[in-house]
């Protein structure tokens, strides 16, 4: 039974920071692609960042490159993202997910950022 719960949230004021943690179970996740979504209110849900299955590589979306750092814990079984210089417009419910190979999410973490 593979479960993946976030963690992190909260309201935070623009320019700050925030570290949001994945924490998976259910399976060995070493060798499959998993990452980050978001869905700010009234929009659909869109990409954040991600490791490719292989591990060795990441993917951020052009809206939080240089801003945004995407880790994993193997040992931990946990994916972190690192958020610095939050903006107004980072605010959303923020999913992990993994493919495995279908893809499984978590239930999600509010990140709100006031201006």
């Known amino acids: 039974h593979v479960q993946l719960v976030e963690s992190g949230g909260q309201l935070v004021q623009a320019g700050g920071s925030l570290r949001l943690t994945c924490a998976f179970s259910?399976?060995?996740?070493?060798?499959?692609?998993l990452g980050w979504f978001r869905q700010a209110p009234g929009k659909e849900r869109e990409f954040v960042a991600s490791?490719?299955?292989?591990?060795?590589?990441?993917y951020y979306s052009d809206a939080v490159q240089g801003r945004f750092t995407i880790s994993r814990d193997h040992i931990q079984n946990t994916v972190d993202l690192q958020m610095n210089n939050l903006k107004p417009e980072d605010t959303a419910v923020y999913y992990c997910y993994v493919e495995a190979p279908r893809v499984y999410w978590g239930q999600g973490t509010q990140v709100t950022v006031s201006s």
């Open positions: 490791f490719s299955w292989t591990g060795d590589r990441t």
């Open positions: 259910g399976r060995t996740f070493s060798k499959y692609a």
